[in-house]
């Protein structure tokens, strides 16, 4: 099926697997920017098509972006995280645990990615801890960050 706005052609395996998901021709139409299955989830979450191309301009993917959304969060909440090298989703997992940019980067920083720090943090670690767990019995004129 193509779209004459875009020109994107859907391939028939991306036309049955989106009738798999109860999506019609007009679905596809709709959301030409996203696979069959973002276009479910998007559905599901009641995330319109215009809602679901400001995540994406923002580099959010549906499932972030679903995220993000119960979180109350906009996509100029990104920006920021992006500018200071961060993957976009990392501003909505931060999001998720509480963790602010700078608490953020100073966790990467010590060579914690974000996902790993959100974890120990939700865990009640600080970064003084980690740091020490992370290096033990290496002695500290040896430890390193990337």
């Known amino acids: 099926m193509g779209d004459a706005a875009t020109g994107r052609v859907r391939s028939a395996a991306e036309v049955a697997e989106a009738r798999a998901y109860g999506l019609t021709h007009a679905d596809l139409g709709a959301w030409r920017h996203l696979t069959p299955i973002e276009i479910y989830w998007a559905v599901q979450h009641h995330v319109a098509p215009a809602a679901a191309r400001r995540w994406a301009a923002a580099g959010l993917r549906v499932g972030d972006a679903v995220r993000a959304i119960a979180l109350g969060m906009t996509p100029e909440e990104i920006a920021p995280w992006a500018a200071a090298g961060f993957a976009p989703g990392d501003a909505v997992e931060a999001k998720e645990v509480g963790v602010p940019l700078e608490t953020a980067a100073a966790w990467r920083e010590a060579g914690f990615i974000l996902p790993d720090a959100a974890?120990?943090?939700?865990?009640?670690?600080t970064l003084d801890q980690a740091v020490t767990a992370r290096y033990a019995g290496i002695p500290a004129e040896d430890w390193s960050s990337p």
């Not at 974890?119 to 670690?125: A, H, K, V, Y």
């Open 119 to 125: 974890l120990l943090i939700r865990d009640g670690w």
